[in-house]
């Protein structure tokens, strides 16, 4: 069974068909790759798919339920974790309170039990505070626990970012351009980290990705979307060299070069 | 040498030693403040009793109004109108049903929490300037209409007499300072738990709220539930405070007045409020004794000054001033740890 199964995805701006017929499929601790030009409807499969957009036609699937209709956070409560283009995080609180922000559907506690500081809720904000240091721990940003993300420069605020998604537990990590605003070096690390991180954590991966030599490194499979439509799928290798793909990059010119 | 030696051997005991000495000043400076509340106010007469109780009664109700202006981004210019809500509704519920004091406080609590949760519902929908106006508008409806209904006396009033164990002023104003020690303990749990920290999520950024999995419409109402309890509280008190509450008091004027508290006060900083709210509330009627200055002055010409001066220059309030202060209070360095500079963010929150 696929951890996500997106079926025949349609859905249109008005006149503008931004996404058309598109399936998309990740297997159970795959790291799959989605890459296209700018505009190609890569952000907005993503909106699809966690609920941000409702499609005109098809389905999502994930974890073997149909979660089309249903809203964004409960998607994000089954496991569906995500980060944004733009660094989705909350910029005037610390990255420590950030990633116990990202907790929260793992707090037992209810939201009126925490207002009168009943007794288990003391307990737990100390539990839910050593796993968001475990978790910093683990992708190496502990030292930055009490800082604020709002000094933090872009980079690290990507890497902080997908810290508080982990956070959330989740079973699919979707990560939207997680390498902008890095370089060479540390794209090549995030690279590792990655893999690490679907070993140590039985992680499923979709990401949106620019950077080639990234998404051939850790990718075991790839979509590449152009003007909504699936453009080709297959293993890094056979899509990185596809002469359609090289099109959609480069404009017909460049592929006569080629 | 022999207490070096334990020392090296045994850092626990010497770390524990160190926080010793290091909270002996800071107990005292509370001790200090604890005796400038609990004991001054002793020597006070009845008059400035009143006053310093209603200095008290405007803080809680600043709390309140800093839970949505602060904490959840959305405004509220029709606050009085929550106030007024839980002064009426407890003090009808002891004047007409016979209940006791206690009875009522708790209904003033109930009933501010849902009056101020249908205002949430209207806030799913309206945002921004437009919940600015609609707040506005339910303030003035509730002066002149709901305020006015007959179970309120016609205009009339109810009347709010204080329960045998409150009648002195003196034990009335300790009693305020009970009831906003509790919003205070309440209002850091809230923002040490679940709820305050999805509340602030939500107005930095909905839509990464929603993707860690927190139910954005249900925090907005929750955000509306607790600023409506403590103003219900707020207005229980300011009820029996006056022995009576009618609508004139509970006018727009308390509204701005409440505004300007939590804004200046600074958002988010409940020592800022509570200091600032001393300065503006309850020195006003020592100087205004020496220098003949009607209290209202200080609300008329002083008050927006202050108010302009905060949003354009120091958008944290007395709260990011005081900061050396509280930082020092609370165990740490007195000054302002270098991560920890406030982050210049408008009324809403967001950058």
């Known amino acids: ?258 | 040498m022999a207490v070096a030696d334990a020392v090296l051997d045994h850092p626990d005991s010497a770390e524990r030693a160190k926080s010793v000495v290091r909270w002996i000043p800071r107990l005292a400076a509370w001790g200090v403040l604890a005796a400038f509340l609990l004991v001054f106010p002793l020597s006070l007469e009845t008059f400035h009793a009143q006053r310093w109780s209603l200095g008290v009664v405007f803080a809680i109700a600043a709390l309140s109004l800093n839970v949505l202006i602060g904490y959840a981004g959305q405004i509220s210019l029709g606050h009085q109108g929550f106030l007024g809500v839980g002064a009426f509704v407890s003090a009808y519920v002891v004047t007409v049903h016979q209940q006791t004091f206690w009875v009522g406080l708790l209904a003033g609590a109930l009933s501010g929490a849902v009056a101020s949760l249908l205002m949430g519902v209207v806030a799913l929908r309206v945002r921004g300037l437009y919940l600015a106006l609609v707040t506005l508008a339910y303030g003035r409806m509730a002066q002149e209409t709901l305020f006015n209904l007959g179970i309120f006396g016609k205009g009339s009033g109810v009347e709010a007499p204080r329960p045998a164990l409150l009648l002195g002023d003196h034990a009335f104003y300790y009693f305020s300072l009970v009831v906003l020690a509790g919003v205070l303990f309440f209002n850091w749990r809230f923002v040490r738990s679940k709820a305050g920290r999805a509340v602030s999520a939500v107005r930095e950024n909905e839509q990464v709220a929603a993707s860690y999995g927190i139910p954005v419409s249900r925090y907005k109402l929750i955000a509306f539930v607790v600023s409506g309890a403590f103003v219900g509280l707020a207005g229980t008190l300011y009820a029996f405070l006056n022995g009576r509450v009618d609508s004139q008091g509970i006018n727009f004027e308390m509204a701005l007045f409440l505004v300007l508290i939590t804004v200046v006060g600074g958002l988010r900083s409940p020592a800022g409020i509570l200091v600032f709210t001393a300065l503006f509330e309850v020195l006003p009627t020592y100087v205004g004794d020496y220098f003949g200055i009607r209290w209202s002055f200080w609300l008329l010409a002083l008050g927006p000054a202050l108010l302009i001066i905060t949003l354009v220059f120091y958008p944290g309030g007395v709260g990011q001033q005081i900061k050396p202060i509280t930082s020092w209070m609370t165990g740490g360095p007195f000054r302002v740890h270098h991560g920890e500079q406030f982050v210049q963010e408008g009324v809403s929150g967001r950058p």
């Open chain 1, 1 to 258: 069974m696929a951890v996500l199964d997106v079926d025949d995805i349609s859905i249109r701006f008005g006149g503008l068909q931004a996404l058309g017929n598109v399936s998309v499929k990740a297997q159970e601790l795959e790291i799959v790759g989605l890459i296209g030009p700018n505009g190609a409807g890569k952000t907005t499969l993503f909106n699809c798919i966690t609920g941000f957009y409702r499609p005109n036609d098809g389905r999502v699937r994930f974890l073997g339920v149909d979660v089309t209709e249903i809203p964004i956070h409960q998607r994000a409560a089954m496991g569906m974790g995500r980060t944004f283009q733009q660094v989705g995080l909350v910029k005037g609180a610390t990255v420590l309170e950030n990633l116990i922000t990202a907790q929260h559907t793992k707090v037992e506690y209810s939201a009126g039990a925490g207002i009168l500081g009943a007794g288990n809720t003391w307990a737990e904000e100390k539990v839910l505070r050593q796993r968001a240091m475990e978790i910093l721990d683990l992708v190496g940003l502990a030292h930055l626990a009490h800082r604020r993300v709002a000094g933090l420069p872009y980079g690290t605020m990507k890497n902080v970012e997908m810290a508080a998604v982990l956070a959330t537990d989740p079973e699919i990590l979707m990560l939207d351009e997680p390498t902008s605003g890095m370089g060479p070096e540390e794209s090549h690390t995030f690279g590792d980290v990655l893999l690490r991180l679907r070993k140590e954590l039985g992680l499923t991966v979709l990401m949106i990705e620019h950077h080639v030599p990234l998404v051939v490194a850790v990718c075991d499979y790839v979509y590449c979307l152009n003007f909504g439509q699936l453009l080709t799928e297959g293993k890094p290798e056979d899509v990185r060299t596809h002469p359609e793909v090289v099109t959609a990059y480069l404009g017909e010119e460049a592929e006569e070069v080629a």
